[in-house]
């Protein structure tokens, strides 16, 4: 009896399952996405970009509480300018960031915001943040970002406060390589 037979299907076995595990590893990323957008879970913020106003809802007071934080790699000074902001939902309330970059070099950040509780992520309307571009700063340099938002007056009646947190990661050597190859493909 040969054994030839059976090890060419076990490797062709073998070979379509690393396939396969590889092709649901590139498909997790938007599926977690969706889960994110179904569930309100991860704090995710979808509601961007410009917004109708009308008049605020004063019956109401929600406590906002501004947090930076820094990825481990990341030397940058950051930080919001107002730790608490109150807001009425439906008023257009604006602060900035403030981030310092003590390096010797240019470096290039990434903002990702998250907001707490989850559910109140929704509500959350950002008309210009900071975190839409990624952020240069030369060596020494500091600079304010803006954050302009909007809490929608469909905010449950249960949510009092929430907290918008922001991380900021250095993308510099993403930046370069991109740069580097957008040089080399135009040569």
């Not at 309100?40 to 109708?52: D, F, M, Y």
């Not at 930076?68 to 008023?91: K, R, T, Y």
Request: glycine fraction near 6%.
């Amino acid at each position: 009896m040969s054994t030839q037979p059976n090890h060419l299907r076990l490797v062709r076995r073998l070979v379509l399952g690393a396939v396969l595990m590889f092709g649901f590893g590139f498909a997790l990323v938007p599926l977690y996405d969706v889960f994110c957008e179904i569930t309100g879970l991860n704090g995710k913020i979808t509601n961007i970009g410009p917004v109708a106003t009308a008049a605020p809802d004063t019956s109401r007071q929600i406590k906002v509480r501004l947090i930076a934080v820094h990825n481990e790699g990341m030397p940058w000074a950051f930080g919001p300018l107002d730790g608490v902001i109150s807001a009425h939902p439906g008023e257009m309330k604006q602060t900035a960031f403030r981030a310092v970059n003590p390096t010797t070099r240019r470096m290039v950040a990434q903002a990702i915001p998250s907001v707490a509780p989850a559910e109140a992520a929704q509500y959350l309307h950002k008309v210009n943040c900071f975190c839409f571009e990624q952020q240069a700063l030369m060596a020494g340099e500091s600079v304010e970002m803006p954050l302009l938002f909007v809490i929608d007056k469909q905010l449950p009646e249960h949510i009092r406060s929430l907290t918008l947190s922001y991380t900021l990661f250095d993308i510099s050597p993403e930046v370069s390589a991109a740069v580097v190859a957008g040089k080399e493909q135009s040569l």
